[in-house]
């Protein structure tokens, strides 16, 4: 356990020194996403696979199906983020923010979860609680503080409003990760792959992120 911790904090710091830099570094953020998106789309396809394994034409029709949405989703993701950082600034720094929602949503879950734990949120993901749960949507409504000012005049919204869309990120985060985790239970896996030593695979990682871009950015244009 303790060993895994280690390279859970390792792994981590890594991760946060690329994020920051793919901030600063445009190239680099382009050469990151289009590889992030590419693995990402690897392993779900690798999930889908072991899902419909036996060979008839029904199964070789899902994984085409899933394979090609599954693409084009992740292509979209990437594609609107290098966009943004490119040409709109402001946009980006939207994106940013609903990317740490996604990442103080999965910290809130992790900490109060293991610190409370109490009754089982879902049968898809043993590991998750409802208390899990509350400290997800709580430590996303940190961020706000630090943002009002940017949202409240880029998107000329209340403060109500700015909370419960980020309460709405947060909620679609948490589904987009118990998506995977159906997912996962499916195909009988406990991670997507072993890539990131002490968190599993890119898809992990990026589980709520994926799902929380499109539909936060959705959720700011129509507020």
């Given amino acids: 356990m303790i060993i895994e911790l280690k390279k859970r904090i390792i792994t981590s710091i890594l991760l946060l020194i690329l994020l920051i830099l793919m901030s600063f570094y445009a190239y680099l953020l382009i050469v990151s ?48 983020i290098i966009l943004s950082k ?8 939207l994106i940013i923010y609903i990317i740490l929602i996604s990442v103080l949503t999965d910290i809130g879950g992790l900490i109060v979860g293991k ?16 208390s899990g749960s509350i400290g997800s949507f709580l430590f996303s409504l940190f961020l706000i503080p630090f943002f ?52 599993g695979g890119i898809l992990d990682r990026i589980d709520g992120i994926i799902f929380s871009v499109p539909l936060g950015i959705l959720l700011f244009s129509l507020f």
Avoid: C, M
């Fill in 115 to 130: 610190t409370f734990k109490g009754k089982k949120l879902t049968k898809i993901s043993p590991n998750k609680t409802i």
């Fill in 148 to 199: 009002f000012n940017f949202l409240s005049s880029y998107a000329n919204i209340s403060l109500f409003d700015i909370v419960l869309i980020t309460l709405s990120i947060s909620f679609i985060s948490q589904l987009g990760d118990l998506f995977i985790s159906f997912i996962k239970r499916k195909a009988n896996v406990k991670n997507t792959s072993d890539l990131l030593p002490g968190h």
């Fill in 33 to 80: 996403l289009i590889i992030i998106g590419i693995i990402a789309w690897i392993e779900f396809y690798a999930l889908i696979s072991k899902i419909y394994k036996k060979r008839n034409y029904k199964n070789i029709a899902l994984r085409f199906i899933f394979k090609a949405i599954s693409l084009l989703y992740l292509s979209y993701v990437v594609f609107i």
């Fill in 86 to 93: 490119l040409n709109l600034p402001d946009f980006y720094i």
